[in-house]
């Protein structure tokens, strides 16, 4: 793989997969074993929009590890061609896992 030689998105790329690590432990630290309803989504004026259990948490990380993922091939397919569009595809996946990060201490902090 090309992209595994390129140390900028190399490091991006890991980086962005260590936040989701980080957001994946700190969940299982604080709902491990729990069968609980867990609050997903709330707004202020509506109130409770979204309970669901941890599963709806690990549908949520698996969507966007599979979108990284994602992201990384056509970073990869992109990178002799486009190589700037190889690096909106790496800072992108970064974006997306602290963004996914947020969410996950959100919903750790609601409940």
């Given at each position: 793989m090309i992209i595994w030689k390129n140390k900028v998105q190399r490091v991006v790329f890991?980086?962005?997969l260590l936040i989701l690590a980080g957001a994946l432990a700190s969940f299982l630290l604080k709902f491990s074993g729990s069968q609980?309803?867990?609050?997903?989504?709330?707004?202020?004026y509506h109130g409770i929009n979204f309970?669901?259990?941890?599963?709806?948490?690990?549908v949520i990380l698996g969507i966007t590890i599979l979108l990284i993922?994602?992201?990384?091939?056509?970073?990869?397919?992109?990178?002799?061609?486009?190589?700037i569009l190889s690096y909106f595809f790496?800072?992108?996946?970064?974006?997306?896992?602290?963004?996914?990060?947020?969410?996950?201490?959100?919903?750790?902090?609601?409940?």
């Open positions: 890991i980086l962005s609980n309803q867990i609050i997903i989504h709330f707004d202020s309970v669901g259990g941890a599963k709806e948490v690990f993922l994602i992201n990384g091939f056509m970073a990869e397919h992109l990178f002799h061609r486009e190589r790496a800072f992108g996946s970064l974006m997306l896992s602290a963004v996914i990060f947020a969410a996950i201490r959100v919903i750790i902090s609601v409940n």
